[in-house]
């Protein structure tokens, strides 16, 4: 995905159409469909996501294409493959005996067998970072599904030449490049408030609870505000992201359930605040590839080496939800509970002033020790 972008003088609200397209597209490519990427280059890709490469699939992919179907991944995960070291953001791979479902698979997702690659024969070469193939990876991690995908050329002259005509005729979806690149700003711009009730929590009793929710219909971003924070002061805020196994669950291989409920109890000892529930879970790859990270740890990676072997950035989340949130809530200074540094850049970026970055930390324990120590050694957490 590209540079994050800046709500600063950002003033229009997005067209709906574009965030739907987006939508839609995520639910065919969950799904194991076949979706139709165009680029702002006039060029235009059959998609599948590779994590749901089946044989079938895979045939009904050629029937629609010309030439072999080829896979797109990120170059961290072409770089865990030991492929080359690459500086792009996408590396297309061609494997010379051509692509099979099981490839497909086993290239997209680190959990695989190595034993079943050994001896693979394939081109690469790393792309451009704004075509049809980085758009489509960029599909795949909105999806929250491993980034990688098939790809294919349109059957013909024709088809490519009238691509909303031709997919509309063989039941599929098309989506723009542009559209998925610029998704996680216009979500951002298009929160609205939903709801808001009076929800007594057991070290905050005077606690309501307001649900934003994305033009597109997705997950909504909670914001839990204790007390009545005045608006002329700088609030003491927290950005908390969703997590299910901490949060819920009580994982020990975290510390984020101690933070959300520390940060709670933080914000009524001293009076009123926020705390912002964002969703964005595993930061920002989702549960199941949250659980499938884990069992890199398992096997002896840390937090930030299983994610970019999944074939992630060490950290996917985004501020922007949070930002807009904010100034929605007409708090345009805050005090920020964290100990993460890219919150503070971030929000800073975006138009917040952080007045005080106000330390938020908690014991470690057996099992999240390396966890903790990794979030300082390699993402400059403190302390």
């Known amino acids: 995905m590209p540079h994050r972008t800046s709500l600063s003088g950002l003033q229009e609200k997005p067209n709906p159409k ?24 006039q060029k235009t890709r059959l998609v599948l996501a590779a994590e749901g490469a089946t044989t079938a699939r895979l045939d009904r992919l050629k029937e629609l294409s010309s030439g072999n179907p080829y896979l797109a991944i990120t170059g961290k995960r072409a770089e865990v493959l030991g492929l080359t070291d690459y500086q792009a953001s996408v590396v297309v791979l061609r494997p010379k005996e051509g692509l099979t479902a099981w490839v497909a698979s086993d290239l997209a997702d680190p959990l695989s067998d190595p034993e ?14 704004q075509g049809c ?4 990876i960029g599909l795949a991690k909105i999806a929250r599904m491993l980034p990688a995908v098939v790809v294919a050329d349109l059957a013909d002259a024709k088809a490519a030449a009238y691509p909303v005509a031709w997919a509309e005729n063989n039941d599929l979806l098309v ?12 979500a951002a711009q298009s929160l609205s408030l939903i709801s808001e009730a009076k929800v007594p929590l057991l070290d905050a009793e005077d606690t309501k609870i307001l649900t934003f929710r994305p033009g597109d219909g997705g997950i909504e971003h909670l914001a839990i505000v204790v007390g009545k924070p005045d608006p002329t002061q700088p609030v003491l805020t927290r950005l908390h992201s969703e997590c299910f196994t901490g ?55 840390d937090t930030i080496d299983a994610n970019e072997q999944l074939g992630f950035d060490a950290d996917e ?17 805050i005090r920020l509970l964290t100990n993460n540094p890219d919150k503070v850049q971030a929000l800073s970026g975006f138009g917040i002033e952080i007045k005080e970055r106000v330390a938020h930390a908690f014991p470690s324990n057996q099992h999240n020790e390396l966890y903790l120590n990794t979030k300082a050694a390699r993402s400059g957490h403190l302390f």
């Open 133 to 136: 193939e980085a758009a489509a």
């Open 116 to 129: 079943r690659l050994s001896g693979l024969n394939a081109d690469s070469k790393g792309i451009e970072s």
């Open 247 to 301: 949060d819920l669950l009580g994982s020990l291989r975290c510390d984020c359930g101690d933070q959300l409920r520390g940060a709670i109890a933080e914000i009524a000892q001293q009076g009123s605040g926020v705390l912002l529930y964002l969703a964005q879970e595993g930061r920002g790859i989702g549960l199941v590839n949250k659980l499938r990270a884990y069992e890199l740890q398992d096997r002896g990676a």
């Open 317 to 333: 989340r985004v501020y922007l939800p949070a930002a807009e949130m904010l100034r929605q809530l007409n708090y345009k200074s």
């Open 18 to 41: 574009e965030l739907l397209s987006v939508d839609r597209a995520v639910s065919d490519l969950r799904r194991g469909g076949i979706v139709v990427v165009r680029g702002n280059n």
């Open 175 to 186: 989506v723009e490049s542009e559209h998925i690149f610029s998704y996680e700003l216009n």
